[in-house]
Each structure stands twice: as structure tokens, then as C-alpha cells.
């Protein structure tokens, strides 16, 4: 779902937060995507590592706390985002945005409808618009649905 928001956004270019183990950022390189990926656990750095050597890719990696100090994020503007932040959603890196630039593209993976919603007005006030958003029922056994929404800069 999320290989498809991002090859629907056009974008060639792009800078996931919060990577994890590269689940995603291994599935848009494999794809022919530039990525730079930040995650702030060294171990699942580490992880992400093996992958890359194992799939012969190459990532530029950074292990960086963003979400509470979200002045040491990388640049974004001039290529898209794509973020699975924490429960408590973007707060600090929305406030980056508005005095560091725009991503062209946005794309949003969330567990908490909660942090997603209020983070998607803020997105819309910094004028960018909701172009799809899907529920993916990754435990079936639960009532839990991750979304992954796409947001674009809108045009006026």
C-alpha cells in the first residue's frame, strides 16, 4: 500500500523518518527510489544494515532522535517524506516544517487515528491536500488498522 502512494505521488526522492528495520525503505529502493532513512534505534539500524548488504542496496542511514528533537532532522524540502511516526504523531516535526520548507510529497503511516487526525489539519494548514488514504488490516484478529495516507503540496 505504501509502494503505491509513493509511485502514485510521481516522486523519485525521498526521506523516511522513524525506518525502523527498513521494511519500507527496503521495498522503495529495491524499486528504484533515492532514500535516506532516520531511525533512532541503533539496533534496528543494525537490522536494516544485513538487509542492505544482503540485497546489495545502498541507503544513507542516520540514527537520529527526530521526534523529540526534531531539530536534527535532515533536509526535506525538495523530495517527499514518508513517516510512521510514535503514537503521539509529528508535533515537533510539523513546527520544523513550518521554518525549514515543504517535502513535495507526504506520505503518512499511522497505527493512532487520533495523532493522525490532528496532524492531517496541520498538514492541510501548511497547504498540502489529502490525495488517498487506506486502511490496511495487518492483524485480522484485532479491531487495529494502520493507514497510509498521501499528501501533496496543493497548488495555488
Not at 40 to 50: H, S
Request: charged content about 25%; some cysteine; aromatic content about 8%.
Amino acid at each position: 500500500t505504501v509502494a503505491e502512494a509513493v509511485e502514485m505521488s510521481g516522486e523519485r526522492r525521498w526521506l523516511e523518518l522513524f525506518c525502523g528495520n527498513g521494511n519500507l525503505a527496503l521495498a522503495l529502493a529495491s524499486r528504484g527510489h533515492q532514500i535516506e532513512a532516520v531511525e533512532m534505534d541503533k539496533l534496528a539500524l543494525q537490522g536494516l544494515e544485513v538487509s542492505l548488504r544482503q540485497a546489495k542496496l545502498a541507503i544513507p542511514l542516520h540514527t537520529q532522535d527526530v521526534y523529540l528533537k526534531a531539530e536534527n532532522l535532515p533536509e526535506f524540502a525538495g523530495r517527499g517524506l514518508l513517516v510512521d511516526p510514535p503514537r503521539a504523531g509529528m508535533r515537533e516535526i510539523l513546527q520544523q516544517m513550518r521554518h525549514r520548507g515543504l517535502p513535495t510529497e507526504l506520505i503518512y503511516v499511522s497505527c493512532f487515528e487520533e495523532s493522525f487526525l490532528r496532524d492531517a489539519a496541520q498538514l492541510c494548514a501548511l497547504g498540502f491536500g489529502l490525495q488517498s488514504l487506506e486502511g490496511v488490516d495487518q492483524f485480522p484478529w484485532s479491531t487495529h488498522m494502520e493507514w497510509v495516507a498521501r499528501f501533496s503540496r496543493t497548488r495555488t
